[in-house]
């Protein structure tokens, strides 16, 4: 990108997804997109269907146009940045750069898409407009009210000191009878734990399991200064389920 | 380097190469050569001789100038990009940073002269010329055609995917007698496999062995969204023959 | 940062570092301080005690800026630049990003304040101006000579290569009676091996520990093309103790 467009400024988001998991990338963007420079220009690429059928796009949001292939990776983000504005299929092989084969698509379609849409290219030239409500919705799931009252979660990210984020919100939990700096019953597969709501990591005392609001406004399961995640055997897309005071689950 | 030249422009091409290992490094350089923006500085350290009488170059090709140890490391790289024009011989001490000891010639010989030269500085003031024929080549095989037909090929890297990229190019085994749609008879070892010369990674049935043409133009071994890496226990340096129909090997 | 400060260039110093390690934070900082480009401004962040009342500062130094957690991060490398200037407590909260909790200082704190001190903005406009000498202290021990003459060391460091720079410089090994060339007992927990001080890594013969002078100007236990640290079960923080010739340990 840079032999194309010298002045870039690139931003490395990550490139340490786990091999080809759709989910963790669509949600990294989501977790990215309010923080995005105004007018950026977004290449993601988790792409197992590589030199497939499916289709490589670029979608205009209002803050920032995303470019990557159609299988869910750019959906969340683009909702979260209000829906899709034009959206063009990545068609125009004379905007491809020459390749030994169809394997590397993020190099040979993607990355020159986006060069051009940095420099201020028109969406336009780089292939046939396509339907926004065509996009292959995101795979991301939100919390179940189980019969009882209690809540059915599930792990949507394990960051790098193993705290373990929930697709839950403050306001999901307190909904459901969760309070703020009182213990809520975690079931983690066999195991059921009091978790206390707290506001920040150095609240835990040692070996405690708590629950707070982290940096991207959702309720995480985390220890101080440990990994819940190693602690807990969780990972990304563990089943919790959250059992407040008040609340039952379904025997 | 953004201390002695504040406009630069630095993209990491990597820093994740197994300690020590000048052929990975050079293969490295040889996959990134060519999308290199033009007229850039590359500077390159796997330098497991540091500090002893092994010489440090800068290497000025057509459209880049390498600056690395004389080991093997910038060899195959140089040779893509047309061969060495005029090479110097990092002699310069009053280029060199002050350093406590010489264990560090990435940080106090290579990066000034790297940061002197995007700057435009003459190649000259680094040193005293030397014969680019005088340059340690890089160690790096071609496939071997054994008594039979088959050929003796190597593992030259395995990406993050797991996916091992081969020394044979699809003309090496299409003049071999391979044929894409096709199985070769692949030998890992003591173990014999099929694998079908598809063209996507998505072409593989689950748990198939295939062979397909990857984004460097080479021919890779991969499975359909697993590591064939580590289903086979290949690496870089493995040996792998391929034995394709109508051939065979030696007894 | 780029959002707030478009032209800004970013080095990215680590994002490796043990969670939650201070003290590595602290190391890291040191060994790069004297590199950093002028003017510039440091954002660094190990902090365990987000959201607690440990304070944030900004401290000018007179070669550069460093944005962080009053928890000795910073200290060392503050030290090594001459010391703080002023330095300000990061309570304007204007100067904030909105967020959901007080879970991600280092983003929604450290970063805009960073980004308005890279832009030249007063470091006045952050918060109110603390004390230099109120600064919390590293913590970073010096080698004790031990009765008899020998040296308790530390190892500071482990560097990717496996090589583990101890707490002690060269002149420390020669005042105790070391001498370049010459063995070294190193005591390291129940085994005690011999070390030859030597110039280079590639100086060392086939499985032969030594020391050297690293690329920081301390000390380090090192193999040839091998790691010091798996090959002795070293890590950071781990005991040495150094007893050059004509010295003794208590017994």
């Known amino acids: ?3 194309l467009a010298p002045g870039l400024t690139i931003i490395d988001l990550t490139h340490d997804l786990p091999p080809h998991d759709v ?30 059928d499916r289709r490589l796009l670029a979608v205009a949001c209002e803050r920032a146009t ?11 983000a683009v909702a979260l940045l209000g829906g899709a504005g034009t959206v063009v299929s990545l068609t125009r092989q004379d905007q491809h750069l020459p390749a030994p084969g169809p394997t590397f698509a993020g190099r040979d379609i993607l990355a020159p898409a986006t060069a051009h849409l940095a ?23 939100l919390p179940t009210p189980l019969e009882g009252g209690a809540l059915q979660a599930e792990v949507w990210w394990v960051d790098r000191f193993g705290n373990c984020q929930l697709n839950v919100g403050p306001d999901d939990l307190a909904a459901a009878g969760g309070a703020r ?19 920040t990591y150095a609240s835990a005392r040692p070996s405690e399991l708590v629950l707070l609001v982290d ?3 959702l309720l995480a399961l985390a220890l101080d200064r440990r990994s819940a995640a190693a602690e807990y055997g969780l990972h990304a897309g563990s089943n919790v389920v959250l059992v407040p005071p008040g609340t039952t689950v379904p025997a």
Chains 1, 2, 3 share one sequence.
């Not at 995303?66 to 969340?76: E, K, Q, R, W």
């Not at 009182?182 to 066999?190: A, I, K, S, T, Y």
């Open 119 to 141: 420099l201020d290219g028109p969406l336009t030239d780089l292939g046939d407009p396509v339907d926004p409500a065509s996009l292959v919705p995101g795979l991301v799931g």
């Open 215 to 217: 940096s991207y406004g």
């Open 66 to 76: 995303f470019v990557g292939p159609d299988n869910g990776l750019l959906a969340p």
């Open 181 to 199: 700096g009182e213990p809520v019953e975690v079931r983690l597969g066999d195991r059921a734990k009091a978790a206390r709501w707290v506001d």
């Open 23 to 52: 989910r963790a990338g669509a949600l990294t963007l989501v977790r990215a997109a309010q923080y995005l420079p105004d007018g950026c220009v977004v290449l993601a690429v988790v792409d197992p269907g590589v030199g497939t």
């Open 1 to 3: 990108m840079l032999g």
